[in-house]
């Protein structure tokens, strides 16, 4: 299905990156996202050369699509992912996503950040 290929290869080039390649997350995801989110998550006056050390890797990613509704289909993504910054250990999160699918143009015309689940102890 191609909402679900769309949805994961996109996920795949926003979440996992390095500081050397870091940068390449920008052309990585122009095939599936709608130039309106391109603007959003790569205004170049918005966005840092670089990831500042930041490591990440998508380790998991679960989408759930809902009825195609005239040229949309909107789905629920689950994205399991480690990420670091230098050499520290790893943290792993969970984030909840809502997107929308254009049939048409074959993008991603909405990618709405929902929520988050952390592991880890509280602290005392």
Request: no cysteine; charged share 30%; proline share 2%.
């Amino acid at each position: 299905q191609e909402f679900q290929s769309t949805t994961q290869k996109l996920f795949h080039a926003l979440t996992t990156f390095d500081p050397s390649n870091y940068s390449d997350r920008k052309k990585a995801s122009e095939p599936y996202l709608s130039k309106e989110l391109m603007n959003k998550y790569f205004n170049d006056s918005l966005t840092h050369g670089d990831s500042n050390g930041t490591e990440s890797r998508l380790n998991e990613l679960s989408v759930y699509g809902q009825v195609v509704q005239g040229e949309t289909m909107k789905g629920f993504v689950v994205s399991r992912y480690e990420s670091r910054v230098s050499d520290s250990e790893w943290n792993e999160g969970t984030d909840f996503y809502e997107v929308e699918y254009d049939t048409s143009s074959k993008k991603i015309i909405k990618l709405e950040y929902v929520g988050k689940e952390t592991t880890g102890g509280l602290i005392d």
